[in-house]
């Protein structure tokens, strides 16, 4: 019998434009897929094995299908293994085969490296057992192996818009409902993500330490409101009527939820209007949040955020994904997008001597299969 040729998968890493911790608090986001991939080719192998290879690390991995591990080894291939064990818990068949994956999705940058490389192994191993999920579904399925095989306990925004993005547009998404609706970027504009260098790895602890300060949120606030189910169901006037029976800390997460949950949808509509004054300020908003009330952003991201004022071209700009290092992403006209980088740089390298890379982006697909 011949076996199927190779298959290759892609999915993009994604940059958010606005709406930060929002998504785990059923809330809302506006991030755009973009043009850094994940690529995964597939080869059927006759045997029952699984085999994982990738570009970027030496180590490659085997495991029997029959016999995959119940937790995560702390290795790269976690991402890919708990897709595979998830469908596995789903009834879904798979076969013997072998992945390789290559990506030029920055890692530890807050660009979803991790959700890209889910997305395109979830479409390798469904369509290698002749199944098909619709975007939403597979961005469940990838957002569950990462919730409960590797550890994190993300929220749907990454997945979803590596499935679910389009070219030219951002994407609000009601992480609720996952109704969404897509936003055009204006063709006169870039995306310029400035990356510290300061990698966020670290971030994880602190990141489920937030979830949980929310979820007290809801807890406390519950007593007044009964029947909340998550912070997007509190409005900013009723937590300011309770502010000094909370927490200190657990009253800023909220603040910050809440009212980041409103400029994400007035930003929308500004964007969708064209009016990109009133998004930038949004932005900037948005990351002082992020920085005085979640408390989420760390110096060098202040130093980025800071550098671009006066810059020519530019719009606004703020951090982008999970904190503590990682990216800033600036909205920036597409004539000055060059200069602004090169100046950009330069401000930061002389404010810590770390030279930052910098990428001037474009909204693209989401995942698709390649030569099929
Ligand atoms: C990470 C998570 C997302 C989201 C952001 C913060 O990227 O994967 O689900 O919570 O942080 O907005």
Known sequence: MSLPQQRTF??????????????????????????????????????????????????AYEFDLAD??????????????????????????????????????????????????????ALAFLSSS?????????????????????????GIMDQFVSCMGKAHHALLLDCRSLEYRLVPIPAHVRMVICNTMVKHELASGEYNRRRAECEEGVRLLSRWYPGIKALRDVSLP??????????????????HIISENQRTQNGADALAAGNLEHFGMLMRKSHESLRDLYEVSCRELDLMVEAAEGLTGYWGGRMTG??????TVNLVEAKNAAQFSHEISEKYRSKTGAQPDVYICKASDGAIVENC
């Not at 009723?238 to 603040?255: F, N």
């Open 10 to 59: 892609r999915a993009p890493g994604r940059v958010n434009l606005i709406g930060e911790h929002t998504d785990y608090n059923d809330g809302w986001v506006l991030p755009c897929a973009i043009d850094f991939q994940t690529r995964v080719a597939v080869t059927a192998r006759s045997d029952n094995m699984l085999v994982l290879k990738s570009a970027a690390f030496a180590e």
């Open 68 to 121: 995959l591990p119940k937790q995560r080894l702390g290795a790269w291939c976690d991402y890919v293994l708990g897709i595979a064990v998830v469908l596995q818990k789903r009834g879904r068949q798979l076969s013997g085969m072998e992945l390789a994956i290559r990506s030029d999705v920055p890692s530890g940058a807050g660009l979803s490296s991790s959700a890209a490389i889910e997305v395109a192994s």
């Open 130 to 154: 002749k199944n098909h999920l619709p975007g939403p579904e597979l961005a469940r399925l990838c957002r569950a192996a990462e919730n409960n095989f590797v550890g994190a306990k993300v």
């Open 238 to 255: 009723q937590l300011e009527a309770h502010t000094r029976e909370l927490p200190a800390a657990i009253y800023k997460r909220c603040a």
């Open 322 to 327: 999970g904190g503590f290092g990682g990216c």
